[in-house]
């Protein structure tokens, strides 16, 4: 069965450094998709991603975050200088189409900045 | 106002007893989709089961049914016979026009030998 894969599974990164998230989203989906999860809380929508351009993006996803799809397979969420409380499991998450109706999720990269 | 409500923080039930892990909603939008993820100790996502507002019937995926009260804007989701795999927490979850999902806070369950 196809599956979004996110890599990696867990980093640790000091503050203030710049962190990749990597995800490639299931091959004949088109919108993409982050969202976040602090520990114990719940889960929370950063960024939509459609024809190459953020389609919408929360509150959360301010300039320190940026997505970009750099060729036909991966999806990546970059945060540019890393803060204590970015700390949470990211998920990627792909859909067929909008209104898709079932959004496949990644087993999530769990980043720590200490 | 929370769009999505998740009344039961955590929730305890004896192995092979049915579960109904409760969801409300708010939306005034005539077009939305319901959806309920299991997350289990190991942290993943799962989709379970999606309902959409115009279906006739409640959405069924094996051991899981959506009971889907339009008029009450609920939610719930009904595991029948429950196992200890099941233990884990449930998100319910809306998606209204635009493509982002939004979560309750859900539910922690513990399925007992």
């Known amino acids: 069965e196809p599956e979004v894969t996110q890599t990696p599974s867990h980093q640790v990164t000091q503050m203030g450094q710049e962190v990749i998230l990597r995800c490639v989203p299931i091959?004949?989906?088109?919108?993409f998709y982050w969202y976040r999860q602090i520990l114990g809380q719940k889960v929370e929508f950063l960024v939509s991603?459609?024809?190459?351009?953020?389609?919408?993006k929360s509150e959360i996803f301010d300039d320190q975050f940026s997505v970009e799809r750099p060729d036909g397979s991966n999806f990546t969420l970059k945060i540019r200088s890393t803060k204590l409380e970015d700390s949470a499991m990211y998920f990627c998450?792909?859909?067929?189409?909008?209104?898709?109706?079932?959004?496949?999720f990644g087993e999530g990269s769990w980043l720590t900045v200490v | 106002a929370q769009k999505i409500t998740q009344t039961q923080p955590g929730m305890f039930v004896q192995e092979k007893e049915a579960v109904t892990l409760d969801c409300t909603y708010d939306?005034?939008?005539?077009?939305?989709?319901l959806f309920w993820y299991k997350q289990p100790s190991s942290g993943e996502m799962i989709f379970l089961i999606y309902q959409g507002s115009y279906d006739q019937q409640n959405a069924t995926e094996g051991r899981y049914s959506l009971n889907f009260q339009k008029a009450r804007k609920s939610a719930n989701l009904v595991i029948s016979a429950s196992q200890l795999g099941d233990s884990a927490m449930y998100f319910c979850a809306m998606r209204e026009g635009n493509p982002r999902i939004i979560f309750g806070k859900g539910t922690r369950l513990h399925i007992l030998p």
């Open positions: 939306t005034s939008d005539p077009s939305y989709g």
């Open positions: 091959s004949n989906h088109l919108y």
């Open positions: 991603f459609y024809n190459n351009e953020i389609s919408e």
């Open positions: 998450a792909s859909s067929v189409q909008k209104p898709g109706n079932t959004i496949y």
